[in-house]
């Protein structure tokens, strides 16, 4: 008899896994403050998402420690902004194991083609430079501009946890339901903000050329300092071109980064007359303010909205 | 003016609050009431340009109680219940780069939940725009009028 309710104990906790919300959470390791938060979202208490890529740290020139990499060959799921963001993607994926699975969200989104040279120094080459990039296009890596691309990432998340972990659809559909609600309210949101500004004086001038999607969905035109990368530095003859843009345009504020040091910026506000407008969060989320997706879009929006109405 | 410094410039105090509150008065704004035509008077354009004429159309179920269209950050129509079938004339300055309305209505109707909002927009070029709002107990959305040089 003990023998029996044994035997029935132990075929019980063999199937309890198939048969119900399983108890361990899903592995993630995220490359980008941005993937994180919508990790959190899509995964909710299902998944534990490792940040690889910090608040404040600039991406554009990281690069994973060993350790990074033993954090990620331990995830069953590793998150990647793609388009050429993480230039050390191809050795990523051979330090990792079959066990893990790389997913790129950016390739599921439609990108930005924009000018190779800008793209030239930082992101995706591995060879000697010994040619031009110009006149060729590649994709301007910063794809989460665009509300309408975050919810295809999240929808791309979900697909993928969904994938590793089958026995949590339910949870990880019903999340992503919700959030994609959040991100139309948000979207709507950032429209009827942006209505307030003069179509003719949408014009950003920014430290580097990372708002081109946000720039494509609401109409405005980018004037960057650098390129798309933050390691580029402006020559003078581009910094003056740049001045005299912004006097011809009548632009009335430019803005700086949360990474990248204003100094250039401020020597420009001082040559055109154009207002310092606040600090955008381009390349990831901020420590304490700008903490999440949207607090960080609300914030661009909120701050270029004031500057420039 | 000779006297006790403290009672001088109490004096002046007053006089200044005195003629605060003057001004005040007259430059105090009086309220606001709703249009009863659509009478609407266009921005100035820096440029000198005419203003073009919209004519805008609303269609709905069920006639909103508040209805205001603002360009720019600013009120320049408001629709209410008497007018609400009748189109709407709206000299506006449309630059080349266009120029974007928003439209927000509200429904104080509690039997219904959901509500629409059909708007139909001739514009200068002899073209339509043609679009329906859709939500709950309120309706904010944007409806760009292409210029043309549009960015």
């Known amino acids: 008899m003990k023998f029996r309710i044994l035997a029935i104990a132990v075929a019980c906790l063999a199937l309890y ?5 399983s108890n361990e959470q899903l592995q993630v390791a995220s490359l980008s403050t941005v993937l994180t938060d919508i990790a959190n979202h899509v995964g909710g208490d299902a998944v534990k998402v490792t940040p690889i890529v910090k608040a404040g740290i600039d991406p554009h ?26 230039p050390y993607l191809g050795k990523l994926k051979t330090s990792l194991g079959k066990q893990t699975e790389l997913v790129i969200v950016g390739d599921a989104v439609k990108p930005l083609m924009v000018d190779a040279s800008e793209l030239c120094h930082d992101h995706g080459h591995d060879h000697d430079h010994g040619h031009s990039h110009a006149g060729e296009k590649a994709p301007d890596p910063h794809w989460w501009h665009s509300v309408s691309n975050v919810k295809t990432a999240a929808k791309t998340m ?46 950003l001038v920014t430290s580097h050329d990372a ?99 | ?95 080349a780069e266009g120029l974007d309305l928003v439209v927000r209505a509200s429904w104080n109707d509690e039997s219904s939940k959901s509500h629409a909002l059909r708007i139909r927009i001739n514009l200068p070029t002899d073209s339509e725009i043609d679009t329906t709002l859709w939500g709950n107990a309120s309706i904010a959305d944007v409806i760009t009028i292409p210029g043309k040089e549009p960015r």
């Open chain 1, 211 to 309: 708002l081109g999607y946000f720039a494509d969905e609401y109409a405005f035109e980018v004037h960057p300092v650098q390129g798309i990368s933050t390691s580029e530095q402006p020559s003078s003859k581009q910094v003056r071109a740049l001045i005299d843009t912004i006097k011809a345009d009548n632009v009335k504020a430019i803005f700086a980064e949360n990474i990248e040091n204003p100094k250039i910026l401020s020597e420009i506000t001082r040559e055109t007359g154009a207002r310092l407008g606040g600090t955008l969060y381009a390349d990831g989320l901020g420590q304490n303010e700008a903490a999440t997706y949207e607090e960080m879009m609300r914030h661009n929006v909120s701050t270029i909205v004031t500057a420039l109405q």
């Open chain 1, 61 to 86: 020139g990281f690069e994973p420690t060993v350790r990074d990499v033993k954090t990620m060959a331990d995830a069953q799921v590793v998150l990647a902004s793609g388009l050429g963001f993480e």
């Open chain 2, 1 to 95: 003016m000779t006297g006790n410094p403290l009672l001088r410039f109490a004096i002046l105090a007053l006089a200044l609050c005195g003629m605060g509150f003057l001004i005040a008065g007259l430059t105090k704004r009086p309220p606001s009431e709703p249009l009863v035509s659509t009478e609407v008077i266009p921005k100035d354009d820096p440029s000198g340009a005419e203003a073009q004429e919209l004519v805008i159309r609303f269609d709905s179920p069920a006639v909103p109680s508040a209805l205001i269209i603002e360009s720019e950050g600013a009120e320049i129509a408001q629709v209410n219940a008497s007018t609400f079938g009748e189109p709407l004339h709206v000299p506006l300055h449309i630059p």
């Open chain 1, 158 to 203: 979900r697909d993928a946890f969904i994938k590793e972990d089958p026995a949590s659809r339910v949870l990880y559909e019903e999340n992503t339901k919700a959030y994609l609600a959040r991100l139309d309210a948000l979207e709507k949101w950032i429209r009827l903000e942006i209505a307030k500004i003069p179509r003719k004086e949408r014009i």
């Open chain 1, 17 to 21: 896994p198939s048969i119900g919300y």
